[in-house]
């Protein structure tokens, strides 16, 4: 669980600082799976509960997806976000663009 510890605490920062600006109470909150989701989700549960953060939050998995020049578009498997910077196209091994799944997002 230490693992996203980082991960989920800024989250939270960036949704009390919503919830404190514009009252939101309601979040969807999109991550990757080069994180482990399911270890967030119950991270950002109880770290909203320890604060007593009043806001409900919907935790969605988004896959990392690219964009080759060889014409590849679509998932790539990612280990860790760690190694967001180093995703290769599947299908030849170049650098391909990321399109989805590069960072965590926070929709209100």
């Not at 230490?2 to 600006?21: C, F, P």
């Not at 939050?57 to 790539?76: D, F, L, W």
């Amino acid at each position: 669980m230490a693992r996203e510890v980082k991960y989920v605490s800024e989250t939270i920062g960036k949704i009390m600082k919503e919830w404190a600006k514009n009252g939101k109470r309601n979040f969807i909150v999109k991550v990757p799976k080069s994180h482990h989701v399911k270890e967030f989700e119950t991270l950002l549960k109880q770290m909203l509960i320890h604060y007593a953060v009043p806001v409900r939050a919907e935790v969605q998995e988004i896959p990392v997806t690219i964009e080759c020049e060889c014409g590849y578009v679509g998932e790539v498997k990612v280990s860790s976000p760690e190694e967001i910077k180093k995703v290769t196209c599947p299908n030849c091994n170049g650098n391909g663009k990321i399109i989805s799944g590069k960072k965590i997002e926070i929709i209100c």
